[in-house]
């Protein structure tokens, strides 16, 4: 299989290709962009730290809410808003289910040591496992399963912010994650997508529970640059800024464990249980990356990867290394079971061929036309 020279996108990848020396036109597309961006650019914490005082005086309970997942990013982030910017946040974390215990103990030790209020969503997990299960069975090339959790654990997160009156959100993302979150259009095609893949199972009720969650949409502006913080807060909307999208901050996996080490007693999972490598990451994303290496080919992490190798924080041979797909002996079983699915239906299951889009109407047509225009995550 041909993986671009410079970043880790496979031949395998929708819509690549590549020139005479490897490298693929995503990387290229990426250069080309670098310059336009950088004078819409904060140039330093300070400038940030500055536009972000005036969410201290807006008489609210709580100045933003930083969703924390326990993982090194979200750690990181959290220790600076509360500690070098003096805001007070709402800590939001989502249980979806297949938490890694370590996971949530970071979260636990750090929101007590900073001593912030912490709230866990704990979603329903018969919901949880009809997604995973109509996901991994899905067909469908571009749509992961992990797509529509993230999806939901993002919406939840809006949710808290929109009922607990706070104007702003600002999580760990990664840049990769920023920039699949910035592509509208992109996010646009996998809302009808994933409809389309509920549709086929004949679920009406998880469908009609699905696109429910999506309403608080229409609160939230998604930061693109400086000029977002630059205006006066919108008391109607909440803004949400993934806090890597600032270049001085760095996604070093072994930079960030070292600060949050060295804070707060923050503990790893056990070597080998996450994915990719050296991550916080749920268990089901073995499952899930199982099945998009057979149907889609390639993962969303190899997507996320590439950025950050192209924005040069993490080399091409270490997000290779991270993106070995090895799960530990017996975990497949264990996960299909959980959500009543067959492993041995990934053996003969083919993606499907793209066609027309004969259904894609019929979603559209549950979203009013002011959600539709507001449609981005
Ligand atoms: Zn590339």
């Known amino acids: 299989m041909q993986v671009c020279t410079r970043c880790v996108l496979p031949e395998t990848y929708p819509g690549i290709t ?34 972000l005082q005036k969410y201290k005086n807006l008489g609210r309970k709580y100045d933003l809410l930083v969703p924390l997942s326990g993982g090194v990013d979200s750690c990181f982030t959290l220790i600076r808003i509360v500690e070098d910017f003096g805001l007070k946040p709402m800590v939001f974390h989502s249980d979806h289910g297949w938490d890694d215990p370590i996971a949530t103990r970071n979260v636990e030790k750090l929101c007590k040591e900073l001593d912030v209020d912490l709230l866990i969503w704990k979603n329903e997990l018969k919901f949880m496992r009809r997604l995973f299960k109509i996901f991994n069975e899905s067909t469908e090339p571009d749509v992961s399963p992990c797509f529509p959790c993230g999806n939901m654990l993002y919406l939840n997160g809006l949710e808290i912010a929109a009922n607990f009156n706070v104007p702003l959100v600002i999580n760990g993302y990664s840049k990769g994650q920023t920039a699949m979150m910035h592509d509208e259009k992109k996010a646009r095609d996998w809302y009808s997508k994933m409809i389309n893949v509920i549709l086929d199972s004949g679920d009406t009720d998880f469908l009609d529970q699905f696109t429910k969650k999506w309403a608080v949409l229409n609160q939230q502006v998604i930061y693109q640059d400086r000029r977002d913080l630059e205006k006066p807060v919108d008391p109607e909307k909440i803004l949400f800024i993934p806090f890597f999208v600032f270049k001085f901050y760095k996604t070093d996996k072994e930079e960030l464990k ?120």
């Open 258 to 377: 070292k600060i949050c080490k060295a804070r707060f007693d923050w503990e790893p999972l056990e070597e080998g249980s996450g994915f990719p490598a050296r991550t916080t990451n749920c268990e089901m994303i073995w499952l899930n990356s199982v099945r998009d290496m057979k149907i889609r080919k390639y993962t969303h992490y190899h997507d996320e990867y590439s950025t950050i190798v192209r924005a040069g924080e993490m080399t091409r041979e270490q997000a290779l290394e991270d993106l070995e797909l090895d799960p530990p002996p017996g975990l497949l079983e264990k996960l299909a079971k959980d959500i009543n699915f067959d492993l041995k239906y990934l053996d003969t299951v083919k993606p499907k061929k793209v066609e027309p889009r004969t259904k894609f109407v019929k979603a559209e047509s549950k979203m009013s036309k002011e959600e539709d225009d507001d449609f981005s995550f």
């Open 18 to 51: 590549f020139d005479e020396n490897g490298v693929c036109n995503i990387c290229h597309t990426f250069d080309a962009g670098e310059k336009e961006r950088e004078p819409e650019r904060f140039q330093s914490e300070e400038e940030v730290k500055a536009a």
